[in-house]
Protein backbone atom coordinates (compact mmCIF):
# COMPACT_ATOMS: atom_id res chain seq x y z
CA UNK A 1 0.00 0.00 0.00
CA UNK A 2 2.17 2.76 -1.16
CA UNK A 3 0.81 6.15 -1.32
CA UNK A 4 1.25 8.67 -4.29
CA UNK A 5 2.47 11.16 -1.19
CA UNK A 6 5.49 10.68 0.68
CA UNK A 7 7.19 11.90 3.77
CA UNK A 8 10.73 12.17 3.93
CA UNK A 9 10.67 10.60 7.60
CA UNK A 10 8.66 7.65 6.24
CA UNK A 11 12.00 6.68 4.58
CA UNK A 12 13.59 5.57 7.69
CA UNK A 13 14.64 2.45 8.34
CA UNK A 14 13.65 2.84 11.82
CA UNK A 15 10.26 4.61 11.21
CA UNK A 16 9.43 1.50 9.23
CA UNK A 17 10.56 -0.61 12.27
CA UNK A 18 8.78 1.56 14.70
CA UNK A 19 5.38 1.15 12.82
CA UNK A 20 6.20 -2.94 12.19
CA UNK A 21 6.72 -3.44 16.04
CA UNK A 22 3.76 -1.21 16.81
CA UNK A 23 1.37 -3.50 14.60
CA UNK A 24 2.51 -6.72 15.97
CA UNK A 25 1.60 -5.29 19.64
CA UNK A 26 -1.62 -4.22 18.43
CA UNK A 27 -2.01 -7.90 17.66
CA UNK A 28 -0.34 -9.51 20.79
CA UNK A 29 -2.77 -7.19 23.09
CA UNK A 30 -5.92 -8.66 21.33
CA UNK A 31 -5.63 -11.70 23.33
CA UNK A 32 -5.26 -10.51 26.30
CA UNK A 33 -7.66 -10.18 28.60
CA UNK A 34 -11.03 -8.17 29.00
CA UNK A 35 -10.15 -6.63 32.27
CA UNK A 36 -6.76 -5.25 30.66
CA UNK A 37 -8.47 -3.14 27.65
CA UNK A 38 -7.97 -0.15 29.72
CA UNK A 39 -5.17 -1.23 31.69
CA UNK A 40 -1.71 -3.00 30.57
CA UNK A 41 -3.47 -3.52 26.82
CA UNK A 42 -3.75 -0.14 26.22
CA UNK A 43 -0.86 1.02 27.86
CA UNK A 44 1.12 -1.40 25.79
CA UNK A 45 -0.18 -0.04 22.27
CA UNK A 46 -0.03 3.29 23.12
CA UNK A 47 3.54 3.40 24.43
CA UNK A 48 4.37 1.15 20.74
CA UNK A 49 2.90 3.63 19.02
CA UNK A 50 4.49 6.24 20.45
CA UNK A 51 7.86 4.44 19.07
CA UNK A 52 6.74 5.41 15.62
CA UNK A 53 4.63 9.11 16.21
CA UNK A 54 7.54 10.32 18.05
CA UNK A 55 10.16 9.88 15.43
CA UNK A 56 7.64 11.47 12.73
CA UNK A 57 6.98 14.20 14.88
CA UNK A 58 10.46 15.08 15.46
CA UNK A 59 11.69 14.96 12.48
CA UNK A 60 10.74 18.03 11.04
CA UNK A 61 11.95 20.12 13.86
CA UNK A 62 15.96 21.53 14.58
CA UNK A 63 18.48 18.74 15.38
CA UNK A 64 17.90 19.30 19.18
CA UNK A 65 14.23 18.82 18.70
CA UNK A 66 14.64 15.91 16.83
CA UNK A 67 16.80 14.12 19.63
CA UNK A 68 14.43 14.97 22.34
CA UNK A 69 11.59 12.90 19.91
CA UNK A 70 14.20 10.14 19.85
CA UNK A 71 14.84 10.23 23.30
CA UNK A 72 11.02 9.78 24.05
CA UNK A 73 10.64 7.18 21.47
CA UNK A 74 13.65 5.03 23.57
CA UNK A 75 11.53 6.14 26.56
CA UNK A 76 8.54 4.18 24.75
CA UNK A 77 10.52 1.15 23.84
CA UNK A 78 11.82 1.10 27.41
CA UNK A 79 8.00 0.91 28.55
CA UNK A 80 7.39 -1.67 25.63
CA UNK A 81 9.74 -3.77 27.76
CA UNK A 82 8.58 -3.21 31.00
CA UNK A 83 4.85 -3.60 29.74
CA UNK A 84 5.87 -7.13 27.34
CA UNK A 85 7.18 -8.72 31.07
CA UNK A 86 4.13 -7.57 32.88
CA UNK A 87 1.98 -9.48 30.13
CA UNK A 88 4.75 -12.49 30.07
CA UNK A 89 4.04 -13.00 33.99
CA UNK A 90 0.70 -12.54 33.83
CA UNK A 91 0.90 -15.75 30.70
CA UNK A 92 -0.28 -13.25 28.37
CA UNK A 93 2.29 -14.24 26.21
CA UNK A 94 4.46 -16.61 25.66
CA UNK A 95 8.29 -16.70 26.18
CA UNK A 96 8.96 -16.91 22.72
CA UNK A 97 6.50 -14.06 22.13
CA UNK A 98 8.40 -12.08 24.58
CA UNK A 99 11.68 -12.95 22.99
CA UNK A 100 10.98 -11.46 19.66
CA UNK A 101 9.32 -8.50 20.90
CA UNK A 102 12.84 -7.70 23.18
CA UNK A 103 14.76 -8.67 20.14
CA UNK A 104 12.77 -6.27 17.89
CA UNK A 105 13.09 -3.64 20.96
CA UNK A 106 16.97 -4.22 20.98
CA UNK A 107 17.36 -3.35 17.21
CA UNK A 108 15.05 -0.12 17.22
CA UNK A 109 16.76 1.19 20.13
CA UNK A 110 20.11 0.20 18.84
CA UNK A 111 19.12 2.40 15.73
CA UNK A 112 17.80 5.21 17.44
CA UNK A 113 20.96 5.47 19.74
CA UNK A 114 23.00 5.25 16.47
CA UNK A 115 20.59 8.05 14.36
CA UNK A 116 20.91 10.17 17.89
CA UNK A 117 24.59 9.75 17.80
CA UNK A 118 25.39 10.84 14.14
CA UNK A 119 22.92 14.04 14.68
CA UNK A 120 25.11 15.35 17.89
CA UNK A 121 28.33 14.00 15.83
CA UNK A 122 27.01 16.63 12.77
CA UNK A 123 26.29 19.01 15.02
CA UNK A 124 29.68 18.93 17.12
CA UNK A 125 31.40 18.97 13.74
CA UNK A 126 29.70 22.47 12.89
Sequence with gaps: MNSAYSFKFEDLLVYQKAMDFAELVDELTKTFPKHELYALSSQYRRASDSIGLNIAEGYPGSDAQFCKHINIAIFSANECVAASTKALRRDYITFDQNEEVRRRLVEITK????????????????
Design 111 to 126: MLSSLRKKILERNSAN
